[in-house]
């Protein structure tokens, strides 16, 4: 299974477009952040591969002065009963990612929260606010440089009348 | 005055969002008056600190926000900073109906990440206390759905029925609800015979007693009529929205990770997934119902096959030695210093492993970069994903609906907000 995927998308996207490895028997594809929409649609289209259930997507940051944040999906096959990770990296300026809800409708909320956690912009999304923070709330906690302890004040205590 | 416009500025993105929203549902009778409903986040039908902006036009949903967040703890954040051990009290409190069922997840992530594999015995009991916390939720949900819909007796003997479990969960882990029952290769303890007969005579006589809910609930008018043919999600929108678990199955969708990729002793056991074709709040309903007796034929397979020996993996350096050697022997002294100031130090890498909790796919993505603290641990919590299915669920359907389908998807906030 490994092999066809990668040899699929490989001739579909270019040799130079993924970066595959593996362990623990999991695949992982790096996949360039402007190639991610259509290698998602492909991968869920394809009649072969099939992975229509998009199991998660979530943020990370790196912490390293390139490509610090990366986005990952972890993708599963219902037919196939085969799972897939997908990892694309952004700039720590600016960062910005396309969306994939138009590939799976399910990347909505998972967006929203890393949007919500890390900051990234996920360009195309039909409604991206904070899922968990509140709405004034101008930090990124799961960023590397949040402190634990949270930043004092940033949450505005609600006023007396 | 002032006060007033900053209030309104704030809620504006909910309200747009709700604005925004495709409202043509095509229904009989409209009033073409529209109203703007907020439920919750302090409501006790809505199961939890959950809170719904509904647009309505008469009794008629037309519109449906959720919003959670209400009881985010940041778990993520707090699992960067704790060694892999320290964080499984944490997952206790991720789907408290099951806390079991999240810490054999979790203890199945690290153990792949690390590459060791809990003896037979351990892996046994792990599936037992699974099942366990399966019938747990699932009895959770049998009481409350019946109570969003008005019948409080299955509430009570369903209960009842938790109460004993909880006894179990008691004698098996010393905690009746946050158990922290597992841990890296292994178990806190074992399981002491009296134990296991208690499990036996509880799942011996849970039948009955579901058997007994049943009785009032499959033939009840009121009950039919509240949840038949209401909350419809197709099969393509389900797996397009994500939904796992028995809401899926309801689907008709033949998706179980026990089945699919068997991880523990699933493998060896003989089960099977029931599956339902309605996508309404009553096929998950049934979904449940006939899971839990799939759960009792587990466990008392489990109580059969059950063999004896040890519950730790003989891997010094990743799983925490017994206390006894740790006082006599300086080998595990060492062992036990280092992993508990320094955690287990997996290799470079990362994992996505996932098991069938009761509400859905739990997961956990971990990525190490070989210290003894996770780089990053994401939970791909169910109930969060299957919220995200809601506003489908409730368009088109009245006002009451929406808590029998609330009821039926069975959210924990805990898990959702993580």
Not at chain 2, 31 to 43: A, T
Not at chain 2, 135 to 150: K, T
Not at chain 2, 364 to 372: A, L, Q
């Amino acid at each position: 299974m490994n092999a066809v995927i990668i040899d699929k998308l490989k001739a579909r996207f270019g040799e130079q477009s993924i970066r595959v490895s593996e362990f623990r028997g999991e695949l992982t594809l790096v996949v360039p952040k402007d190639h991610i929409v259509g290698i998602c649609r492909f991968l869920k289209e394809d009649a072969e591969l099939k992975f229509d259930l998009l199991a998660d997507v979530c943020g990370i940051d790196m912490n390293t002065a390139e490509k610090r944040f990366g986005v990952i999906y972890n993708l599963y096959s219902l037919s196939n009963k085969f799972r897939l990770r997908l990892k694309t990296f952004t700039e720590e300026e600016d960062p910005k990612v396309p969306t994939v809800t138009g590939v799976w409708g399910t990347a909505n909320w998972h967006e929203r929260e890393t949007f919500d956690m890390f900051g990234i912009v996920f360009e195309g999304h039909p409604d991206l606010r904070r899922v968990y923070m509140p709405e004034e709330f101008e930090h990124y906690p799961l960023r590397k440089d949040f402190p634990l302890m949270g930043i004092p004040g940033s949450i505005p205590l609600p006023k007396n009348k | 005055m002032e006060t007033r416009t900053e209030e309104v500025s704030k809620k504006s993105k909910i309200l747009q969002a709700l604005e925004d929203q495709n409202t043509s549902v095509t229904f009989e009778d409209p009033l073409e008056n529209d109203m703007i409903l907020n439920m919750g986040p302090q409501h006790p039908a809505t199961h939890g600190v959950l809170r719904l902006l509904i647009r309505l036009d008469g009794e008629t949903v037309v519109g449906c926000v959720p919003e959670v967040g209400y009881l985010h703890r940041g778990y993520e954040k707090l699992a960067e900073n704790c060694t892999y051990h320290e964080f499984i009290p944490h997952t206790d409190r991720l789907d408290y109906l099951s806390p079991m069922n999240n810490n054999t997840a979790y203890t199945l992530a690290v153990e792949k990440l690390l590459g060791i594999e809990a003896p037979p015995r351990a892996q046994y009991i792990r599936v037992m206390i699974s099942e366990l916390a399966r019938i747990s939720s699932h009895l959770m949900f049998l009481g409350s759905l019946a109570m969003d819909v008005g019948a409080l007796t299955v509430w009570m003997w369903a209960f009842r029925e938790r109460e004993k479990q909880y006894d179990i969960f008691e004698n098996i882990a010393g905690a009746r609800f946050t158990t922290s029952y597992t841990r890296i290769g292994g178990l806190a303890q074992d399981v002491r015979p009296e134990t296991l007969a208690m499990v036996a005579k509880f799942v011996d006589e849970l039948t009955g007693h579901i058997v007994e809910c049943e009785k009032l609930l499959n033939t009840n008018r009121i009950f039919l009529e509240r949840t038949d043919g209401i909350g419809v999600i197709t099969r393509d929108q389900a797996i397009d929205l994500g939904l796992t678990g028995p809401g899926l199955r309801a689907c008709g969708v033949d998706h179980d990770l026990r089945k699919a990729s068997p991880y523990l002793v699933y493998k060896d056991l003989d089960f099977d997934v029931p599956l339902y074709e309605g996508g309404d709040a009553l096929a998950r309903y049934y979904v449940r119902m006939a899971e839990m007796r799939e759960s009792i034929k587990i466990i008392k397979q489990v109580l059969e096959k059950i063999p004896s020996g040890d519950i730790h993996a003989f891997k010094p350096k990743k799983v925490l030695p017994r206390k006894d050697r740790i006082y006599t022997k300086m080998e595990e002294l060492i062992h036990d210093f280092m992993i508990v100031n320094f955690g287990v130090e997996p290799p470079v890498g990362e994992i996505y492993s996932a098991v069938e909790a009761p509400k859905g796919e739990l997961g956990f993505y971990i990525y190490s970069n070989g210290e003894g603290y996770p780089w990053r641990l994401k939970i791909r919590s169910p109930s969060f994903v299957n919220l995200q299915s809601l506003p489908t669920m409730v368009r088109g359907c009245m006002i009451s609906d929406v808590v029998a389908i609330i009821g039926s998807l069975d959210p924990v906030m805990g898990e959702a907000d993580k």
